[in-house]
T-cell receptor, first 113, second 108 residues
């Protein structure tokens, strides 16, 4: 099993460009999450999906959109990238939103110039 | 004030030492998670606990719900334990709120 995979691993964007971060899990988990990690701050939740077909905002959703394409895949889209979105992005999944540990992908390092 | 505070922020130890990392939180929680972030950036879940104590190999996690405090202990520390250790609390709606992490360096 690959666990949680993310693409790309690195990306550089210019301000105003758009891109989609892809995430997939092969553990048949119901819940999936997108986090960002910035220096001096803990991980912060951007969006989550408790189950296929549902998505909800987290702590820092502005400037992002998500799509739970199916049970396996949960993508994060930046419509018009800004330098403040320079960060490391982690996707995670868990069997159930109410219980259970979260499994993290390897992360995407995004730089917006 | 952050909802989740970890101490210390940085910790350097010699191989073999007993290590304790502390986590205090200010909100009601349903569970507390300890995670390890490797130097390469990957994040692994170590423990999820809602009461008492859990042990896995040389790692022990405890939680005191009344005092809103948890500790992560590492016995017989080894250089491969060098990593960032992150505490996260699960609040209503199962959202995770993370501490800033403790950078642990274990020297041979």
């Amino acid at each position: 099993n690959a666990g949680v995979t993310q693409t790309p691993k690195f990306q550089v964007l210019k301000t105003g460009q758009s891109m989609t971060l892809q995430c997939a899990q092969d553990m048949n988990h119901n819940s999936m999450y997108w986090y960002r990690q910035d220096p001096g701050m803990g991980l912060r939740l951007i969006y989550y999906s408790a189950s296929e077909g549902t998505t909800d905002k987290g702590e820092v959703p502005n400037g992002y959109n998500v799509s739970r394409l199916n049970k396996r895949e949960f993508s994060l889209r930046l419509e018009s990238a800004a330098p403040s979105q320079t960060s490391v992005y982690f996707c995670a999944s868990s069997e159930n939103r109410a219980t259970g540990e979260q499994y993290f992908g390897p992360g995407t390092r995004l730089t917006v110039t | 004030k952050n909802e989740v505070e970890q101490s210390p922020q940085n910790l350097t130890a010699q191989e073999g030492e007993f290590i304790t990392i502390n986590c205090s939180y200010s909100v009601g929680i349903s569970a507390l998670h300890w995670l390890q972030q490797h130097p390469g950036g990957g994040i692994v879940s170590l423990f999820m606990l809602s009461s008492g104590k859990k042990k896995h190999g040389r790692l022990i996690a405890t939680i005191n719900i009344q005092e809103k405090h948890s500790s992560l202990h590492i016995t017989a520390s080894h250089p491969r334990d060098s990593a960032v250790y992150i505490c996260a609390v699960e609040t209503s709606g199962s959202r995770l709120t993370f501490g800033e992490g403790t950078q642990l360096t274990v020297n041979p």
